[in-house]
């Protein structure tokens, strides 16, 4: 039997529609999400064995933003702004690497302790005297749970600390020993041509998984379930189908995973997705962790991001069965892509009149329930004049 950590009781005459299609094609509205959706709530960065020395950093470039994120002498892992105090370069170029004992801007040399503070501006007599914290680089809001690293844009947003926002998962998820885990093959980008939102909304519900998924449907079939967002997270589950086979990955994949001793027997031949509003999925399998998620680089097109860790000992079973998930998986992302297109485009179409949610999508319901309360200019089914989107919001804000 398949576990439910919450209720996921669907209520009586909920509203099936979704979010209005003028939403997926407004910029005023995607200049609000960067603000209060993206910039103020956590966002996955990495894993803390990403940068495991001194010196190691992770940059991540997203909604206008630049965060570098650096482990420091004293094992410490901090997040900045990866910008100079001088004039605003990048203080790092790359999106990872080693800096060994400082970060050196490439623009005119100021340089900077592993802790952020300022250790001096190329030709110091040129300026007054600098105070080494004052003119340091700007600190991000940074927690790391179980081995994954967090960061916030804005500090002190709406959300509470990550701990806090993922107590409901944690004793499940603590089985995993994810903090251990290393890298498999590196944090990966890919773009696509659609809006973030419809991204999500393909992800957030497992109605579509028999349809369009063959290689999911033959590994887990009916046994998969959608748990709603609750506070910001979200739970899917499924064990392996008893008939699974029928692809050479999932026959393969069945065939070779081992059974980890230090799962218990619910989560030895399961695949859990825990949704993390508003972009980020954590999943997990009896081998392996990853995370990934997706950025708005305009309206009509998203960068997705992740990365895969795995256990440092692993076996050359449970390698071959990280593999075959990650064939699976692979898969599975490139339908997901194909029908988030075709949702996409349809909203341009003056024939399209909106959502109409299954119960099995009410994942979707519940993640746009999320959305409009930070936005409740969502609420319109009209589009508001662009010009107008920001004050209207505010005034609809100020109201709730």
């Known amino acids: 039997m398949n576990p439910h950590l919450r209720d996921v009781a669907i209520p009586n005459d909920w509203d099936r529609r979704g979010l209005p299609g003028w939403s997926y094609h407004s910029d005023a509205l995607l200049e609000l999400e960067k ?3 993206f910039r103020n709530h956590w966002q996955i960065v990495g894993h803390v064995s990403d940068i495991p020395n001194a010196g190691d950093y992770l940059t991540m470039d997203v909604v206008g933003e630049r965060a570098l994120i650096v482990r420091g002498k004293d094992g410490v892992v901090r997040g900045f702004n990866n910008m100079c105090r001088h004039r605003g370069s990048r203080v790092v170029a790359d999106s990872q690497g080693n800096c060994k004992n400082a970060l050196v801007c490439p623009f005119h040399g100021w340089v900077y302790n592993l802790d952020g503070t300022l250790r001096g501006a190329a030709r110091p007599r040129s300026f007054p005297d600098l105070d080494k914290t004052e003119f340091g680089l700007m600190q991000l809001d940074l927690e790391v749970w179980m081995g994954f690293i967090f960061i916030r844009f804005r500090n002190g947003g ?4 990550v701990a806090e926002l993922m ?3 944690e004793p499940e998820f603590a ?3 994810a903090a251990d885990m290393v890298p498999s093959w590196g944090i990966w980008t890919q773009k696509t041509p659609v ?6 909304d393909v992800d957030n519900e497992g109605y579509h998984v028999a349809m369009a998924h063959p290689a999911l449907q033959d590994l887990y079939g009916a046994t998969y379930f959608d748990e709603p967002f609750i506070n910001g997270v979200s739970r899917s589950f499924a064990t392996y189908n008893p008939h699974a086979g ?3 990955s999932v026959k393969n994949y069945v065939k070779i995973a081992p059974e980890p001793t230090h799962l218990p027997d619910h989560l030895k031949k399961a695949w859990v997705y825990y949704g993390i509003f508003p972009n980020a999925v954590i999943s997990v399998m009896p081998e392996s962790v990853q995370f990934y998620q997706e950025f708005p680089l305009s309206t009509g097109e998203t960068l997705l991001r992740g990365a895969i860790y795995r256990y440092r000992d692993e076996s050359r079973e449970q390698a071959a069965a990280r593999y075959l998930s990650f064939r699976i998986d692979r ?3 490139s339908e997901d892509v194909q029908l988030s297109v075709w949702s996409n485009e ?3 179409s003056e024939a399209f009149e909106g959502f109409y949610l299954s119960d099995l999508e009410y994942g979707v319901r519940t993640h746009h329930d999320h959305l409009r309360k930070m936005l409740p200019v969502l609420g319109l089914e009209t589009a508001p004049e662009e010009k107008d989107m920001w004050n209207l919001n505010d005034a609809l804000r100020s109201r709730s």
């Open 346 to 348: 349809s909203m341009l």
């Open 158 to 161: 709406p959300q509470p600390s």
């Open 246 to 248: 029928r692809r050479w």
């Open 167 to 169: 107590k409901p998962i």
């Open 35 to 37: 603000e209060h959706v």
């Open 195 to 200: 809006n973030w939102k419809s991204v999500r």
């Open 331 to 333: 898969d599975t992302m």
């Open 175 to 177: 089985h995993y020993k």
